[in-house]
Structure formats: structure tokens, C-alpha cells
Nanobody, 122 residues
Framework: QVQLVESGGGLVQAGGSLRLSCAASGSFFSINSMGWYRQAPGNQRELVATITTGDNTNYADSVKGRFTISRDNAKNTVYLQMNTLKPEDTAVYSC????????????????WGQGTQVTVSS
């Protein structure tokens, strides 16, 4: 089984910074893309940022220039550095990983972390 465990959420004032981490563990062959999503109360879950194994990144327009996604493939970990935080960034942030379970099978399975709360006060 594959587990994703997030850490790094919390309460911060507007303009501050937080760094989220998400580590994958368990039995698998490799991890393809990884990403961060968020869901605020009353809203649908939305993409924040994704990163491929080749470090190609994609960001939501609302976080471009403020957030940076990165990964450490040796540690099976993805990070989200969040700077210049705004109250509208308040949400539960969840990480996602497209995991290839076996070398003999090319398809991937989506796994999700449990989520970590980020609250930005004005």
C-alpha cells in the first residue's frame, strides 16, 4: 500500500510564508507526477501546482510568482513553498501522486494525502 503524509500547515499572517511537505511511503516502483491541491470551505477542490519527474511545473494563475513546487525523488517527497500568503489561500491542502506500482505495469494509480490546514489571517 502507498501512503502520502503531509506536514507543514498552520496559521500565518498575511504576507507570511509556509512550506508544505508530502512524503510517499510503501511498496511501489516509481512516482510519476506529484502535485498539490486545495479546498476551501464551500468550494470545490482546485489544483495549486504540479511537477513531473522531469521537474516540469504547472501552477494555478492565483499562485504564480508566490508558490514554488519542488520534489526530491530520492526521498519520494514533494514540497510547496508558499510566500506572500493571502487570506484567500486559506484551505485544506492535499498532495497527490501518480504512482506506478510495478515495473511490469506502465499505468499509474492516484494516491492522496489526508490534507493539512493552512489558515492565513488578515
Amino acid at each position: 500500500q502507498v501512503q502520502l503524509v503531509e506536514s507543514g500547515g498552520g496559521l500565518v499572517q498575511a504576507g507570511g510564508s509556509l512550506r508544505l511537505s508530502c512524503a510517499a511511503s510503501g511498496s511501489f516502483f516509481s512516482i510519476n507526477s506529484m502535485g498539490w491541491y486545495r479546498q476551501a470551505p464551500g468550494n470545490q477542490r482546485e489544483l495549486v501546482a504540479t511537477i513531473t519527474t522531469g521537474d516540469n511545473t504547472n501552477y494555478a494563475d492565483s499562485v504564480k510568482g508566490r508558490f514554488t513546487i519542488s520534489r526530491d525523488n530520492a526521498k519520494n517527497t514533494v514540497y510547496l513553498q508558499m510566500n506572500t500568503l493571502k487570506p484567500e489561500d486559506t484551505a485544506v491542502y492535499s498532495c497527490n501522486a501518480a504512482v506506478r506500482l510495478r515495473a511490469s505495469r506502465s499505468y499509474t494509480y492516484d494516491y492522496w494525502g489526508q490534507g493539512t490546514q493552512v489558515t492565513v489571517s488578515s
